[in-house]
């Protein structure tokens, strides 16, 4: 009863460097997103997928890709990490296009240097 | 897009006291009003959550009330206790989940 697991959990990459975060969620979802959290801040949208095979941007999507390939993988992709990168990245699952509960990942601690 | 405002960003209410945290709303499409609690390096938590064809609901300490008229939801807190002490963060759901800023409660003793 895994819920949503996230992949890696803390990471330390320098300016430039790229990687990729795995968002895993075994609830047979239909929607999921990325969002990141910085100190004093709430959780802003980074990218969001209402299935398989499709993406949108939410409200701060640049620097940042996504992939949706199979509907239980949610990847976040940066090409070319910089400082204003780093926060901490949470990833979160929704069952259906009304309203359900959102069950959230344990985050990713990200740190660019 | 959506956009969630809340207020206010911190608030200390002594123990046994009550709390309020208020939120609006753009996306009139919304139907889905959630609150979280996030403590310290943990991830949120649902707490209660209402929907758009509810006007309040209640769960023990826990109430929230919406108003879809005004675009506004709020939370309430009764008899608060130290470990109430969090963040919370309300959220509008309609095409996408979109999150406010967050409240830093402070539950004095």
């Known amino acids: 009863n895994a819920g949503v697991t996230q992949t890696p959990k803390f990471r330390v990459l320098k300016t430039g460097q790229s990687m990729t975060l795995l968002c895993a969620q075994d609830m047979n979802h239909e929607y999921m997103y990325w969002y990141r959290q910085d100190p004093g801040m709430g959780l ?56 359900t509960e959102a069950f959230f990942g344990q985050g990713t601690r990200l740190t660019v240097v | 897009g959506e956009n969630v405002e809340q207020h206010p960003s911190t608030l200390s209410v002594q123990e046994g006291d009550s709390a309020v945290i208020k939120c609006t709303y753009s996306d009139s499409a919304s139907n889905y009003f959630p609150w979280y609690k996030q403590e310290l390096g943990k991830r949120p938590q649902l707490i209660i959550d ?9 769960d023990q300490r826990i109430a929230v009330t919406l108003n879809k008229t005004a675009k506004h939801f709020s939370l309430h ?28 409660l402070s539950v004095l003793p």
């Open chain 1, 44 to 99: 802003r949208l980074i990218h969001y997928s209402v299935g398989e095979g499709t993406t949108a941007k939410g409200e701060v999507p640049d620097g940042y890709n996504v992939s949706r390939l199979k509907k239980q993988n949610f990847l976040l992709g940066l090409e070319s990490a910089a400082p204003s990168q780093t926060s901490v990245y949470f990833c979160a699952s929704t069952g259906d296009v009304l309203n």
């Open chain 2, 50 to 58: 209402i929907r758009s064809n509810v006007g309040e609901k209640k």
């Open chain 2, 77 to 104: 807190i009764t008899e608060t206790q130290p470990e109430d002490s969090a963040v919370y963060f309300c959220a509008a759901k309609g095409q996408n989940f979109v999150f406010g800023p967050g409240t830093r």
